[in-house]
């Protein structure tokens, strides 16, 4: 990078903006311990009991719960926090973004949640991201949806995450600009902004020198989303989607991306549009997100 950029080597790099960063002969893993550490202090559960998830599957939440109000100015900060702690613990990305619908007048229950959430990097603290060395420089993104899980406006949530084959450096937890009348309009949906985050990254990666020859793959574990991008025959059934989300047709065409189908089970993105019970801890790992006392290698220091 020295020989491109003008820039000063400060030598091996320890610690960015409260993260930590561990160099090994087989990876580079990044966490904020030091940080979630501060966290549960400030708010009174360093020695809480721990949650192996930060949600419960089978809990809605909603703007109007019948809870007391809760105290707005704490909420708000548990909820900040716990969103700039989603850069390194992605496993918690859907949690921290659904709290964040609720930051204008706030329940108990909500409240209650978000302590959850901490409860849950309590048991999780030396979690972080391992990126492997030596892997193959070739983008690969996961996009899925839930549908109707908002209870306020029924609108569905869209998911993604990116990744070179080993963890994940571009994620994301939005919910959708509008109400899907199905399934596969809502993966349609998630779909194309995926395909957004999929150009922008290849210009990036261009930029850096890692040109990406081949389309993106796009894992999509919904064959109807599929079809609606491929096949024009699909015309009346989508005509009513905004027109901003049918550029993936022409991204596909133009050998951008290329959208494939997964299993439910293996689609990582799943895991930034619902709360989920037994399979979370495995798409957990599939993000690369593991304690740090699961690194190979000799840590350089």
């Not at 192996?52 to 109007?64: Q, R």
């Amino acid at each position: 990078m020295m020989r491109r950029y003008e820039m000063t080597d400060l030598g091996l790099l320890y610690h960015f903006l409260g993260m930590a960063v561990i160099q090994t002969e087989s990876c580079i893993f990044i966490n904020q311990k030091k940080y979630a550490l501060t966290l549960l202090d400030k708010f009174g559960l360093k020695q809480c009991k721990p949650v192996s998830t930060p949600l419960v599957a089978t809990e809605k939440l909603c703007k109007d719960d019948g809870s007391d109000p809760a105290d707005e100015s704490e909420y708000r900060q548990i909820v900040g926090s716990l969103l700039y702690l989603t850069a390194t613990r992605p496993d918690i990305m859907f949690a921290a973004s659904l709290l964040a619908r609720f930051m204008h007048c706030p329940t108990k229950k909500h409240y209650g949640t978000a302590k959850r959430v901490l409860r849950y990097i309590q048991g999780t603290i030396d979690f972080g991201i391992e990126y492997q060395k030596g892997k193959e420089a070739i983008l690969i993104g996961y996009c899925d949806s839930d549908w109707g899980g908002s209870q306020d406006d029924m609108r569905s949530t869209s998911g993604y995450a990116f990744s070179f084959g080993s963890g994940v450096f571009s994620w994301a937890s939005v919910k959708q600009h509008s109400v899907a009348f199905s399934t596969a309009e809502a993966e349609y949906v998630s779909a194309s902004e995926a395909t957004t985050q999929a150009i922008w990254l290849r210009f990036v990666l261009e930029d850096f020198g890692e040109l990406q020859a081949d389309p993106t793959p796009l894992m999509v574990d919904n064959t109807s989303a599929i079809a609606m991008t491929r096949n024009p025959v699909f015309h009346q059934k989508t005509k009513h989607i905004n027109r901003r989300y049918h550029f993936i047709r022409d991204a596909l065409q133009d050998g951008v991306v290329d959208l494939r189908y997964c299993r439910s089970e293996e689609q990582v993105a799943d895991i930034f549009t619902k709360a989920l019970s037994n399979r979370f801890n495995y798409l957990r790992g599939l993000l690369g997100v593991k304690p740090v006392n699961n690194l190979e290698g000799n840590v350089e220091m």
